[in-house]
């Protein structure tokens, strides 16, 4: 394989804190307590953001739909939070306008919304632009305009990379501050008495094996987590419901510009509508499920419940083959482990909870969101020192990795503009890149934004991509990878067709 996957992990000296897991939750955790000086080690058995981080909606929200429960403190925290990340050196998050959609027949009455839009704002501090109602916009050329009556416009932000890629960020910025991360990576942590934890490594795609000690292990491992303290033997007072949700990819209307919401009737709940490059996600679901199993792919009848929403509010009918690509995630959501099985799962609070095991120098992560990652960090960080103080003052970044190149690739946007993604070389070389589905899942939007996973609907791009997996892979491993990559193509494909 080419470029290297050997930083060593080995050392004399512990690291301070060990990290399992590097979706949002565990790069913002990483981002922080190396930026206070703490020597950190962070593992993800798969590839960065490869769980639930890799498939959400992308918005940084205040929380407007757990008003209708009134989670008021859940939705002052939330604006808090998002108005933090907007206003984040380095940007990850810029304000976006979403024009809600109030049914003309049936839905929710319009002065009712308009209600909650202004106590909404409020309790945002008003840091948001107010809401206000506009008849005459854009976006009613794709919606079924006999449906729908004025829009109210409100504020609220959306990432300005992929989830994926804004996880990647705060993973690079820490290793520029001296932390390391490793993903593709099997660990087995166990305790190491009066020295904390003992983590045996097992790089999966080298093979390489590596042993490391941390004086203190994190588990924020996402919808994985009750598993990984359970199977530690981590005291937890917690533990998460989980809820499945999927999006379609769509094609983009060219006079689709703002975030659009729509009601759905059902428990309340409203759909997005949200521009993203050539393609526009529609959804999510909210499935409660049992088992992560179940939840780790889309189904049939999860594409069919979005595509009859879809068909309901947009002009122009939508089939399965319409549809450019899946999105499919699992919502940990947090609750007390003595909590009575809960209705619908949009009727929990979606705040972190944190639950430090103080003899085993162990703290576990249930919940949270992408919005308030960094908060969930900064909290984290601060149980953290309680036990484990930095050793050293704030270390200040000693080296900055070059500008990634940009790669014009024969991709193109509906408009003729040519997509622009990393360069393959620059995400082997400088992003921890290796594999084709890490590069063309989460270090670009390829998969995403490209028919068929990047193939092209009739599989035009297949030379492109056997070049690209040549990159990840050499000519020896590329045709494997390119078969892998057709497998997934085909199952997407013929589930679409189901639908
Ligand atoms: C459909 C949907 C839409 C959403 N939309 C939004 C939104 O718009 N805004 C928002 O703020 N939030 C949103 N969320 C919520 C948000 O995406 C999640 O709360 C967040 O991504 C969870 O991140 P995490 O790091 O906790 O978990 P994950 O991203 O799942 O990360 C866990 C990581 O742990 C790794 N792992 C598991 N077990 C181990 C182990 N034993 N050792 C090492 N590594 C391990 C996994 O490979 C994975 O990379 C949405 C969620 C869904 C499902």
């Not at 990647?168 to 520029?176: D, G, N, P, Y």
């Not at 510009?257 to 709940?269: A, S």
């Amino acid at each position: 394989m080419p470029g290297t996957r050997c930083e060593s992990t080995e050392s004399t000296d512990p690291f301070d804190v060990a990290i399992l897991g590097a979706g949002i939750t565990g790069a913002a955790l990483f981002r922080e307590l190396v930026s206070r000086g703490h020597r950190v080690l962070l593992i993800d058995r798969a590839d960065f953001a490869a769980g639930t981080s890799q498939a959400s909606g992308m918005l940084a929200w205040g929380g407007l739909l757990y008003l209708r429960n009134l989670h008021l403190r859940s939705v002052i925290e939330l604006s808090r939070e998002r108005d933090r990340l907007i206003e984040e050196v380095g940007e990850p998050a810029s304000t976006a306008r979403f024009r809600y959609l109030p049914l003309r027949h049936g839905g929710r009455p319009r002065w009712m919304v308009r209600l909650a839009l202004e106590l909404y704002w409020l309790l945002g501090s008003c840091r948001r632009a107010r809401c206000y109602g506009e008849r005459d916009f854009a976006e009613r050329a794709l919606l079924k305009a006999e449906c729908f009556g004025d829009s109210l416009v409100y504020e609220e932000a959306a990432l300005d990379v992929s989830d994926a890629r804004l996880a990647l960020e705060w993973i690079l910025a820490a290793e520029r501050m001296g932390g390391i991360a490793r993903n593709h990576c099997e660990v087995q942590p166990s305790r190491d008495p009066g020295n904390g934890w003992a983590l045996d490594l097992r790089d999966h795609l080298t093979g390489e094996e590596h042993t490391a000690r941390a004086s203190f292990l994190v588990n924020a491992t996402g919808v994985w987590a009750d598993r990984t303290a359970q199977a530690l033997g981590l005291a937890t007072h917690h533990r998460h419901v989980l809820s499945k949700g999927v999006y379609l990819g769509l094609p983009r209307h060219p006079a689709h510009r703002d975030f659009l919401g729509f009601e759905m009737g059902q428990h309340g709940d409203s759909q997005t509508f949200t521009p993203w490059g050539p393609i526009a996600l529609w959804g999510p679901t909210e499935t409660g499920l049992e088992r992560i199993e179940d939840g780790l792919e889309p189904a049939v009848d999860d594409v069919r419940f979005l595509l009859d929403q879809a068909n309901r509010n947009l002009r122009d009918p939508i089939h399965g083959e319409d549809v450019v690509s899946l999105r499919c995630g699992i919502r940990p959501l947090a609750v007390k482990r003595s909590a009575h099985a809960p209705g619908h799962s949009l009727d929990l609070s979606r705040r972190h909870a944190l639950d430090l095991d103080r003899e085993a120098r162990a703290l576990t992560i249930f919940g949270g969101k992408i919005t308030s990652s960094q908060a969930t960090a900064r909290e984290a960080a601060n149980r953290i020192r309680s036990l484990q103080p930095p050793p050293c003052a704030t270390r200040q970044s000693h080296a900055r990795t070059a500008p990634a190149p940009m790669w014009s690739s024969p991709y193109r946007n509906p408009d003729g503009t040519p997509l622009r993604f990393v360069a393959p070389e620059h995400a082997r070389n400088h992003e921890h890149c290796a594999t084709l589905w890490d590069y063309l899942r989460r270090r670009t939007e390829i998969a995403q934004w490209v028919p068929n996973l990047g193939l092209g609907r009739h599989q035009e791009h297949r030379d492109t991509v056997r070049a690209l997996a040549i990159t990840f892979h050499g000519e020896d491993g590329a045709d494997v990878a390119l078969a892998e990559l057709t497998a997934r193509a085909t199952a997407q494909a013929t589930l679409l067709a189901k639908a």
